[in-house]
């Protein structure tokens, strides 16, 4: 019982580091320049030029993590909404990973990718 609930703590802990995370970066820092963006790019529309994306991809894109972050931390309340909204970040990540790769990055930009990839894996199967 005791093992239980603290997965499940753990579980709900990594559902709001994800969550706020993706909001942070899609609504908060999305103007800002950071170490961790594709190319040598200063906000999120020029990391997708730097990706080869057109601009409309940048709003696909953050429709659906923001939404998908959202699904997750409601998720704390509505369990129904926890298994998809962790899948579907993990593709996300997944996708994020293949665009730094594809423009040579080095890998330190992918870290921050890869933790949000292993945290919605470790999500899943909690």
């Known amino acids: 019982m005791l ?7 753990v579980k709900i802990i990594l559902q709001v580091i994800v ?4 909001l942070n970066v899609w609504l908060l820092r999305f103007n800002s320049k950071t170490s961790y963006r594709g190319g040598n790019a200063g906000n999120m529309k020029e990391e997708f030029q730097a990706y080869g994306l057109p601009e409309i ?3 696909i ?3 659906i993590k923001v939404a998908l972050a ?3 931390l409601a998720g704390i309340w509505l369990e129904y909404l ?3 909204a962790a899948i ?3 593709v996300m990540m997944l996708g994020a990973i293949i665009m730094h790769l594809k423009i040579n990055d080095p890998f330190s ?6 933790i949000v990839l292993l945290m919605c894996i470790a999500i899943y199967f909690l």
């Open 82 to 84: 926890v298994d998809p």
């Open 3 to 9: 093992k239980n609930n603290i997965m499940e703590i």
């Open 57 to 59: 991809m940048v709003y």
């Open 88 to 90: 579907g970040l993990a």
């Open 109 to 114: 930009k992918n870290i921050p990718a890869i």
């Open 19 to 22: 969550g706020l995370g993706i």
């Open 61 to 63: 894109v953050g429709f």
């Open 70 to 72: 959202i699904a997750l």
